[in-house]
């Protein structure tokens, strides 16, 4: 039972377009969301995340809002960059959880 | 930032075999240490969690006679692979967490690819 889906397996943006992401959750005990980016071959890395108490969390090019009303959120980069080309992952846990429950994850591709 | 190192990067075994994987902190202890695992195009499964000193938790549906895990110390945990088949398979990834700090303070490994024949 997959409780975060990212339902768009790829994206292509124009380099200096943004890029939205999206997440969608199952679970309403989820606190706390996270966005992780992840090259071939590597493990993931963590990019930006927001607590349940907030609707938006910016850190430079990267925003992550959050709807918790529709148990959705979005991940945007602006501008975009080639070296943003990679597979993005939104992950979620509950309050005083060890683990993160990943979604499937979305590769970004952008073109220069 | 906090490291987090695997070994090997990749390994080929025949069907039968059993492989270890070690996960390290490099810079920080860490007193839980979480193993993954990947199939192509699909989420990061966690299949166990452990805490130092103490046995591996196992997530339903993992075997923990086949996966064994050991984390008998703040900075090295290791996964053994039992009798490895080819549904095995798989890109194993690790991370570490330190302290006491919330679910996101979880850094991770570079992943092994494990290739079963």
């Known amino acids: 039972d997959q409780q975060v889906k990212q339902n768009s397996p790829s994206l292509s943006v124009q380099e200096g377009r943004i890029s939205i992401l999206n997440c969608d959750y199952t679970n309403s005990m989820f606190d706390y969301f996270l966005w992780y980016k992840k090259y071939p071959a590597e493990g993931p890395t963590f990019l930006i995340s927001i607590s349940s108490i907030k609707d938006k969390n910016e850190d430079g090019r990267f925003t992550v809002f959050l709807n918790k009303s529709a148990k959705h959120l979005s991940l945007h980069i602006v501008p975009s960059q080639p070296g943003d080309s990679a597979v993005y992952f939104c992950a979620a846990s509950e309050p005083g959880a060890n683990n993160l429950f990943f979604g499937t994850g979305t590769r970004l591709t952008v073109i220069p | 930032g906090a490291v987090v190192s695997q070994h090997p990067s990749r390994v080929i075994c025949k069907s039968g075999t059993s492989v270890k994987i070690e996960c390290r902190s490099l810079d920080f202890q860490a007193t839980t240490m979480f193993w993954y695992r990947q199939f192509p195009k699909q989420s990061l499964m966690l299949m166990a969690t452990s805490n130092e000193g103490s046995k591996a938790t196992y997530e339903q549906g993992v075997e923990k006679d086949k996966f064994l895990i050991n984390h008998a110390s703040l900075t090295l945990s290791t996964l053994t692979v039992t009798s490895a088949h080819p549904e095995d398979s798989s890109f194993y990834i690790c991370?570490?967490?330190?302290?006491?700090?919330?679910?996101?303070?979880?850094?991770f490994g570079p992943g092994t690819r494990l290739t079963v024949t």
């Open positions: 991370s570490a967490r330190a302290g006491t700090g919330g679910s996101w303070e979880q850094y």
